[in-house]
């Protein structure tokens, strides 16, 4: 469904994505990075409103590049707000389905459809200004169904919203989905997209990463170069255990001795060990915390062992 192959887009001096290399089957996948990472760079350029500098990119077999016909087939939810705020949901949805070459009886008909299946239909003769942003979300997410799109694509959908409209969105999704349609979804939260779909693409630097499944992704991340915290009064006396063992890169003692930073070529024999020691030794210990977990210390330790700048 979507081949990237050699794609680099510059702006400027400034790199959007770098030599991907990508082929996604028909299917729902994530498109996770922190900010900054090429998210939208690679979504604009799927929809054809850039143009790579080098490679190819293709969708539905064929190049999206000023493809009307072709973009036709593709439903985007932009990150980007709604401008309009004094027409309606149903005004506003209807006029870009409109854009999309349907006649105006059709496109009321099919918006009203759209704005229907997000929930909208109460609301859809108020202005958009008079919306809570979950709504203008839903709005959204209607406007790029509305034309019936055979791939779906989101960027940052749940930005914003509080947990009811979260889960709302989540529902909605998980619905799509499950009608067997294609769906890319960006976001910087890994839970986010985990709840609609098990597949990844994980991208940072304008490069991507790894695909796979949220198990394959753990267990490349348990191959990782990790560092790792353990907190609580016996730390210290895990310090001989782990000297001993070949794929602890460093130790170090810190804050009065009751937490233990540990750098680990391979996180995933640490796991495997080390509550059998805890257990054996009877040891305090309060927790243990990975020093880099949130998600962009993750992808940068990842891009760094993509380097290989890390074994
Ligand atoms: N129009 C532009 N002009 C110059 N640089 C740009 C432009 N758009 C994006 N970039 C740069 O390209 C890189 C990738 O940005 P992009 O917006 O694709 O990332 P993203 O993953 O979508 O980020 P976010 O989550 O913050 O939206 C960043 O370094 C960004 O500053």
Not at 56 to 81: H, K, M, N, S, Y
Not at 186 to 203: G, P, R
Not at 206 to 224: F, W
Not at 239 to 251: F, G, K, N, Q, Y
Request: charged fraction near 20%; include cysteine.
């Amino acid at each position: 469904m979507i081949e990237l192959q050699n794609t680099t887009k510059l702006y400027g001096r400034v790199i959007g994505v770098n030599d991907l290399t990508l082929a996604l089957p028909a299917g729902a996948f994530g498109l996770v990075g922190p900010n900054g990472s090429g998210k939208t760079t690679l979504i604009n350029l799927l929809i054809g409103q850039l143009r790579p500098t080098l490679g190819t990119v293709r969708i539905f077999g064929e190049d999206p590049w000023r493809q009307r016909d072709l973009i036709r087939r593709v439903g985007l939810c932009p990150a980007t707000d709604i401008l309009y705020p004094n027409v309606s949901a149903l005004e506003w949805v209807q006029y870009l389905v409109r854009l999309h070459g349907f006649s105006l009886p059709e496109s009321k008909r099919l918006a009203e459809i759209a704005l229907h299946r997000v929930g909208m239909t109460a609301a859809m003769h108020r202005v958009i200004g008079s919306y809570s942003l979950g709504m203008r979300q839903r709005t959204k997410i209607a406007q790029a169904i509305a034309h019936e799109p055979e791939f779906l694509i989101l960027d940052e959908p749940y930005n914003g919203l509080d947990p009811v409209g979260r889960y709302e969105m989540t529902e909605l999704l998980k619905t799509w989905t499950a009608e067997g349609r294609g769906l890319l979804f960006a976001s910087h939260v890994l839970q986010e997209i985990e709840a609609v779909t098990s597949s990844f693409l994980l991208i940072y630097g304008g490069r991507v990463l790894a695909t796979g499944t949220a198990k394959d992704i753990e267990s490349i991340l348990a191959e990782t170069p990790q560092e790792i915290r353990v907190i609580g009064r016996d730390a210290p006396q895990l310090i001989h255990r782990l000297a001993e063992m070949p794929w602890v890169d460093s130790l170090q003692l810190l804050s009065e001795r009751t937490e233990l930073k540990v750098a680990l070529r391979e996180p995933v024999h640490f796991y495997e060990q080390v509550a059998g020691w805890i257990s054996e030794d009877g040891l305090r210990i309060d927790r243990i915390t990975t020093a880099d977990g949130n998600l962009a210390a993750i992808f940068s330790s990842l891009l760094k062992h993509h380097r290989g700048e890390l074994s």
